[in-house]
Protein backbone atom coordinates (compact mmCIF):
# COMPACT_ATOMS: atom_id res chain seq x y z
CA UNK A 1 0.00 0.00 0.00
CA UNK A 2 0.97 3.70 -1.08
CA UNK A 3 2.39 5.90 2.11
CA UNK A 4 -0.82 8.96 1.85
CA UNK A 5 2.33 11.42 2.23
CA UNK A 6 4.01 9.79 -0.81
CA UNK A 7 0.61 10.27 -3.15
CA UNK A 8 0.49 13.99 -1.68
CA UNK A 9 4.01 14.19 -2.82
CA UNK A 10 3.43 13.53 -6.93
CA UNK A 11 0.41 15.57 -6.63
CA UNK A 12 2.15 18.10 -5.20
CA UNK A 13 4.82 17.96 -7.86
CA UNK A 14 2.43 18.71 -10.44
CA UNK A 15 0.62 21.43 -8.40
CA UNK A 16 2.31 22.62 -5.60
CA UNK A 17 0.98 22.86 -1.86
CA UNK A 18 -3.35 23.65 -2.67
CA UNK A 19 -3.58 23.69 0.94
CA UNK A 20 -2.47 26.02 3.21
CA UNK A 21 -1.20 24.29 6.80
CA UNK A 22 -2.69 26.08 9.90
CA UNK A 23 0.21 26.93 12.67
CA UNK A 24 0.76 28.97 15.98
CA UNK A 25 3.99 30.49 17.20
CA UNK A 26 5.83 28.47 19.93
CA UNK A 27 8.88 29.91 22.21
CA UNK A 28 11.21 27.92 19.65
CA UNK A 29 9.33 28.98 16.45
CA UNK A 30 5.78 27.23 15.13
CA UNK A 31 3.68 24.28 15.45
CA UNK A 32 1.45 22.99 13.18
CA UNK A 33 -2.10 22.95 14.13
CA UNK A 34 -3.03 20.75 11.12
CA UNK A 35 -1.79 20.32 7.46
CA UNK A 36 0.89 17.69 8.95
CA UNK A 37 0.71 15.00 6.35
CA UNK A 38 0.80 18.12 3.68
CA UNK A 39 3.46 19.41 5.75
CA UNK A 40 5.65 16.25 5.28
CA UNK A 41 4.33 15.49 1.53
CA UNK A 42 5.78 18.93 0.23
CA UNK A 43 9.29 17.98 2.10
CA UNK A 44 9.23 15.09 0.35
CA UNK A 45 8.33 16.76 -2.95
CA UNK A 46 11.48 18.83 -2.19
CA UNK A 47 9.91 21.89 -1.27
CA UNK A 48 11.80 24.84 1.00
CA UNK A 49 8.69 26.89 1.65
CA UNK A 50 5.15 25.68 2.04
CA UNK A 51 2.02 28.58 2.44
CA UNK A 52 0.57 28.63 6.30
CA UNK A 53 -1.53 30.67 7.73
CA UNK A 54 -0.32 31.73 11.46
CA UNK A 55 -2.56 31.90 14.38
CA UNK A 56 -1.09 34.22 17.29
CA UNK A 57 -2.48 34.11 20.66
CA UNK A 58 -4.94 30.72 19.76
CA UNK A 59 -5.41 28.71 23.18
CA UNK A 60 -4.11 24.81 23.47
CA UNK A 61 -7.65 23.99 23.54
CA UNK A 62 -8.32 26.06 20.13
CA UNK A 63 -5.71 24.62 18.83
CA UNK A 64 -6.92 21.33 19.66
CA UNK A 65 -10.37 22.06 18.85
CA UNK A 66 -9.38 22.88 14.97
CA UNK A 67 -7.04 20.22 14.62
CA UNK A 68 -10.12 17.67 16.24
CA UNK A 69 -12.17 19.59 13.50
CA UNK A 70 -10.18 19.58 10.29
CA UNK A 71 -9.44 15.79 10.44
CA UNK A 72 -13.21 15.19 10.72
CA UNK A 73 -13.99 16.58 7.93
CA UNK A 74 -11.33 14.80 5.95
CA UNK A 75 -12.72 12.34 3.36
CA UNK A 76 -12.11 8.53 4.64
CA UNK A 77 -11.90 9.08 8.25
CA UNK A 78 -11.91 5.82 10.05
CA UNK A 79 -14.95 5.15 11.85
CA UNK A 80 -13.33 4.53 15.18
CA UNK A 81 -10.66 7.92 14.83
CA UNK A 82 -13.93 9.67 14.24
CA UNK A 83 -15.21 8.38 17.30
CA UNK A 84 -12.56 9.24 19.37
CA UNK A 85 -12.60 12.70 18.66
CA UNK A 86 -16.31 13.32 19.22
CA UNK A 87 -15.92 11.49 22.57
CA UNK A 88 -12.23 13.75 23.14
CA UNK A 89 -14.95 17.22 21.90
CA UNK A 90 -17.77 16.31 24.53
CA UNK A 91 -15.22 14.98 27.23
CA UNK A 92 -13.63 18.58 27.05
CA UNK A 93 -16.70 19.95 28.03
CA UNK A 94 -16.07 22.92 25.30
CA UNK A 95 -19.03 21.26 23.17
CA UNK A 96 -22.22 19.54 23.46
CA UNK A 97 -24.14 17.33 21.25
CA UNK A 98 -26.00 20.11 19.65
CA UNK A 99 -22.27 21.90 18.81
CA UNK A 100 -21.66 19.25 17.51
CA UNK A 101 -24.19 18.51 15.12
CA UNK A 102 -23.67 22.05 13.81
CA UNK A 103 -20.05 22.15 13.51
CA UNK A 104 -20.17 19.05 11.90
CA UNK A 105 -23.44 18.83 9.63
CA UNK A 106 -24.06 15.63 11.02
CA UNK A 107 -27.31 14.44 12.71
CA UNK A 108 -27.27 13.32 16.67
CA UNK A 109 -28.28 9.83 15.57
CA UNK A 110 -24.67 9.85 13.48
CA UNK A 111 -22.88 10.99 16.13
CA UNK A 112 -24.44 8.97 18.99
CA UNK A 113 -24.07 5.54 16.51
CA UNK A 114 -20.16 6.64 16.47
CA UNK A 115 -19.87 7.24 20.41
CA UNK A 116 -21.00 3.85 20.38
CA UNK A 117 -17.77 2.99 18.84
CA UNK A 118 -15.93 4.03 21.79
CA UNK A 119 -17.57 0.89 23.57
CA UNK A 120 -15.74 -1.91 20.86
CA UNK A 121 -13.58 -4.14 22.10
CA UNK A 122 -10.38 -3.02 19.98
CA UNK A 123 -10.36 -6.25 17.40
CA UNK A 124 -14.00 -5.07 16.92
CA UNK A 125 -12.99 -1.55 15.81
CA UNK A 126 -9.89 -2.81 13.35
CA UNK A 127 -12.44 -4.53 11.59
CA UNK A 128 -14.93 -2.11 11.58
CA UNK A 129 -11.63 0.72 10.59
CA UNK A 130 -10.58 -1.69 7.05
CA UNK A 131 -14.27 -2.27 6.20
CA UNK A 132 -14.47 -5.82 6.51
CA UNK A 133 -17.91 -5.14 9.07
CA UNK A 134 -20.04 -1.83 7.99
CA UNK A 135 -20.79 0.70 11.45
CA UNK A 136 -24.28 -1.03 12.19
CA UNK A 137 -22.51 -4.60 12.37
CA UNK A 138 -20.17 -2.83 14.91
Known amino acids: MTHPCRNLRTAFGKWGLTNHCRTS ?3 GGYEIIYGERHYRASL ?4 KTIKATIYD ?15 LQREQVRPTEEAKA ?11 MYSLVSRFGRSE ?11 LYEPIGELLDNGTITVSVG
Open 25 to 27: RTA
Open 44 to 47: LAGA
Open 57 to 71: HITDDEAEDMSLSEN
Open 86 to 96: FKRLLEKGRHD
Open 109 to 119: KYIYTRLKLNE
